[in-house]
């Protein structure tokens, strides 16, 4: 098997997912495992065929070529890795003797279609749950693609895209799906019960990779608190925290090759012992570097914590300015709230803070886009101390909100372009008042291409082959397509329409055990300005997932 990670190694090395999904093949007495990754360098300077980093074969050499998947805008990279490997892009021109093609990861258990026409076989779950199975699986097959195939059928969470048809209505919306395979028709989203039993950390350090100067060891999967536009809070349920004796012996490994350690999960404040954590790496003169906090969770321990390990900088994710879009998305988080968190951080030695916020997310106005001015302006003036600022530099960063599957805002459309770039630059000129603040901004061509990959069926194909044929005028490409100009489908049907409360959705057959009126009860919640309290895994069942 060869593992490719559609980007390029320093990029496919800072991946957490993609180091435990090798670890595991690696282990395996039956997998002769080997990784791949996309070239570096400009396009016209790739090689010509794309071959593996340990044996350096060609892909095509291998009985099966497996993608790991964090992000859709890799997606493009994978019809790149294909055609390099010289491969037929589309799954169905491939002959019986061509390896076996497969893909997991995150992006793919909220929504495959926009692959399904090129990937043989997708896994849906987490791969300490799967990979051994399928592996069972492919290696008492008859040695063919299709016997593989047929075989990797047997695994629960195995999807295999040509036993689905969908099928469309005379208004272009999806209809429904027909299944020609055997079982239910749903594809159930595995998972790990309990992550103590597995160990999740940077296995191959390298400097070359980014974030190289750091060992990283996953802490939790999921959240409990169930932001509304937050797809890991929904696909990673029901929440599930390493203990702090299942973390201790993974970050004195870490200790021992890197100064710092990356706590990695959706939400850290939450996890259970962080201060005592950063506590004892920061006394064995490390540096604790946790993942985004919850500012209402951060307790002076934690905080004096990160600063006597000397973090330069914190991540606090406010996501929203005013007190009624945080409402709106459930963060259950007050500005008083995020003022005393930073109070303590900076008072504990921390040199940088960074806001994370949205715009553009549903039911808001142009109050709430000055709400993101007006807490900036208030974190500044809370961190002055008689005229000199208690921390070094401020970084808002600001990203359009990107609509996902399996949220409660999965029906709703992102924002149009234009009316992103206004609300971009109202938020830009009220920070240019505020010294020592940065701004970082994402694109909203780039978050109309990430909602296009999120949202998508299997219509959205054609488009990819002509991003990857024309890499470096992908806009072009999308402005050509929009208003149903040309042939294929228009791509602002999946990027800019509401879908209805009972339509047909591609990604419906995968079963996330979310029950999809809990989803719709939240978002009637969020245009009521009504929050949700955290996950009880205990004692709740009102998802589904518990």
């Known amino acids: 098997?060869?593992?490719?990670?559609?980007?390029?190694?320093p990029v496919g090395m800072a991946n957490l997912g993609f180091q435990a999904v090798y670890r595991l093949l690696a282990e395996d007495p039956r997998v002769t495992a080997d990784r791949a990754f996309l070239p570096d360098g400009p396009r016209d300077e790739w090689p010509r065929t794309l071959r593996s980093f340990e044996q350096d074969r060609p892909l095509a050499d291998f009985d099966v070529v497996a993608f790991s998947l964090s992000f859709e805008t890799d997606y493009i990279h994978v019809l790149d890795c294909l055609r390099l490997a010289g491969l037929p892009l589309w799954r169905v021109e491939r002959r019986s003797d061509a390896p076996l093609v497969m893909a997991g990861g995150p992006a793919t258990f909220l929504n495959p279609e926009p692959l399904a026409e090129f990937v043989d076989l997708f896994l849906i779950g987490e791969a300490e749950e799967m990979l051994p199975e399928f592996v069972a699986q492919a290696a008492t097959s008859d040695g063919t693609r299709d016997g593989r195939l047929a075989r990797a059928e047997e695994v629960a969470g195995a999807y295999r895209p040509d036993r689905w048809e969908p099928r469309y209505g005379a208004d272009g919306c999806l209809a429904g799906v027909v299944h020609a395979g055997g079982g239910t028709g749903r594809v159930v989203?595995?998972?790990?019960?309990?992550?103590?039993?597995?160990?999740?950390?940077?296995?191959?350090?390298?400097?070359?990779?980014?974030?190289?100067?750091?060992?990283?060891?996953?802490?939790?999967?999921?959240?409990?608190?169930?932001?509304?536009?937050?797809?890991?809070?929904?696909?990673?349920r029901p929440v599930r925290y390493r203990?702090?004796?299942?973390?201790?012996?993974?970050?004195?490994?870490?200790?021992?090759?890197?100064?710092?350690?990356?706590?990695?999960?959706?939400?850290m404040a939450s996890q259970p012992g962080i201060a005592a954590l950063c506590q004892e790496i920061a006394g064995a003169g490390g540096r604790p570097s946790p993942s985004s906090l919850k500012a209402d969770l951060i307790t002076p321990a934690l905080a004096a914590a990160l600063g006597m390990g000397g973090n330069r900088s914190v991540t606090v994710a406010p996501e929203a300015g005013s007190e009624r879009m945080r409402r709106v998305i459930n963060k259950n988080l007050t500005e008083a709230e995020i003022l005393r968190a930073a109070d303590w951080?900076?008072?504990?030695?921390?040199?940088?803070?960074?806001?994370y916020v949205m715009v553009g997310l549903p039911t808001e106005t142009d109050a709430d886009v000055d709400g993101?001015?007006?807490?900036?302006?208030?974190?500044?003036?809370?961190?002055?101390?008689?005229?000199?600022?208690?921390?070094?530099?401020?970084?808002?960063?600001?990203?359009?909100?990107?609509?996902?599957?399996?949220?409660?805002?999965?029906?709703?459309?992102m924002a149009e372009i234009g009316e992103l770039k206004r609300k971009l630059a109202r938020v830009r000129r009220g920070l240019s008042a505020i010294?020592?603040?940065?701004?970082?901004?994402?694109?909203?061509?780039?978050?109309?291409?990430?909602?296009?990959?999120?949202?998508?069926?299997?219509?959205?194909?054609?488009?990819l082959v002509r991003l990857h044929e024309r890499p470096q005028a992908w806009w072009s490409v999308l402005k050509a397509l929009r208003g149903g100009r040309e042939d294929l489908v228009d791509p602002d049907r999946f990027v800019h329409r509401a879908w209805g409360a009972d339509e047909c959705l591609p990604w419906d057959f995968v079963d996330h055990q979310v029950d999809k009126r809990y989803l719709l009860a939240e978002r009637r919640k969020a245009y009521g300005e009504l929050q949700t309290p955290p996950c009880d895994t205990h004692t709740c069942h009102s998802c589904g997932a518990c």
Not at 1 to 9: A, G, K
Not at 250 to 255: K, P, V
Not at 345 to 355: F, N, P, Q, S, Y
Request: aromatic fraction near 8%.
């Open 1 to 9: 098997m060869c593992l490719v990670y559609p980007n390029t190694y």
């Open 372 to 413: 993101i001015v007006d807490l900036a302006h208030n974190v500044r003036a809370r961190l002055m101390a008689g005229g000199k600022p208690k921390v070094g530099r401020i970084l808002v960063s600001i990203n359009p909100f990107v609509p996902k599957p399996w949220t409660p805002f999965q029906w709703e459309p």
């Open 189 to 236: 989203r595995r998972y790990v019960e309990r992550l103590d039993g597995f160990a999740t950390r940077t296995e191959i350090l390298t400097r070359e990779a980014v974030f190289g100067d750091m060992a990283v060891v996953e802490a939790s999967r999921g959240c409990e608190w169930g932001c509304r536009f937050c797809a890991a809070g929904f696909m990673y």
């Open 345 to 355: 951080l900076t008072d504990g030695g921390v040199e940088a803070l960074k806001l």
């Open 435 to 463: 010294p020592a603040l940065q701004v970082e901004t994402e694109s909203p061509r780039e978050a109309y291409l990430q909602t296009l990959l999120s949202r998508g069926d299997r219509r959205v194909a054609p488009i």
């Open 243 to 267: 203990s702090p004796g299942a973390l201790r012996p993974e970050i004195s490994a870490g200790l021992a090759e890197r100064d710092t350690i990356g706590l990695v999960g959706a939400e």
